[in-house]
Antibody, heavy 119, light 107 residues
């Protein structure tokens, strides 16, 4: 079974950039896709997009296209979610999760990274 | 745009009861690509059911999924105290998104 460990909570100011990480262990990093899910405070789950670490093939939800960048470094089994210019509306809990196909159900989840954007 | 609508928003039941949660898609889901997750406060979601009716590894058989087309159901038999949580459905395949969730609370 794959284990996912996400980076620690972040507190940032509007306009700053941020890159959060998701490190996988327990299985070959190129045998699954990694997706990202947003959960705003007190709200439900939102599918952001997904990346295949083997070749960095990436699919974004239309709602998040252009707002974030997903990447992966297979040499260190780590996926990333990058924000170029944070807004207060980016305040949320971000989960990474694995899936066996591009747009599929999520099997294993990270513990989440809480991002707070406030001036 | 496709939408997933879960009902009810909140379900109040007692331990030992049966819970029936609904998820309705605005368009028919090919291959019954519908999953259910459980999320407890302060925890990441946990996969319960995929492909509408297949239980994920380690999920008790008290949890069952059914449905096809646009109407899907998650049934939890003999509710245990640890089952009280928020439940989300997710459609996947050509696109993916989640329903808004059903909160299962103790009556």
């Amino acid at each position: 079974e794959v284990q996912l460990v996400q980076s620690a909570a972040e507190v940032k100011k509007p306009g700053e950039s941020l890159k959060i990480s998701c490190k996988a262990s327990g299985d070959s990093f190129t045998s699954f896709w990694i997706g990202w899910v947003r959960q705003m405070p007190g709200k439900g789950l939102e599918w952001m997009g997904i990346i295949y670490p083997g070749d960095s093939d990436t699919r974004y939800s239309p709602s998040f296209q252009g707002q974030v960048t997903m990447s992966a470094d297979k040499s260190i089994n780590t996926a990333y979610l990058q924000f170029r210019s944070l807004k207060s509306s980016d305040t949320a809990l971000y989960y990474c999760a694995t899936t066996v196909a591009a747009i599929y159900h999520f099997e294993n989840w990270g513990q989440g990274t809480r991002v707070t954007v406030s001036s | 745009d496709s939408v997933l609508t879960q009902s009810p928003g909140t379900l109040s039941l007692s331990p030992g009861d049966r819970a029936t949660l609904s998820c309705r898609a605005s368009q028919s889901l090919r291959n019954r690509y519908l999953a259910w997750y459980q999320q407890k406060p302060g925890q990441a979601p946990r996969l319960l059911i995929y492909a509408a009716s297949s239980r994920a590894t380690g999920i008790p058989d008290r949890f069952s999924g059914s449905g096809s087309g646009t109407d899907f159901t998650l049934t939890i038999e003999r509710l245990e105290p640890e089952d009280f949580a928020v439940y989300y459905c997710q459609q996947y395949g050509t696109s993916s998104f989640f329903g808004q969730g059903t909160k299962l609370e103790i009556k």
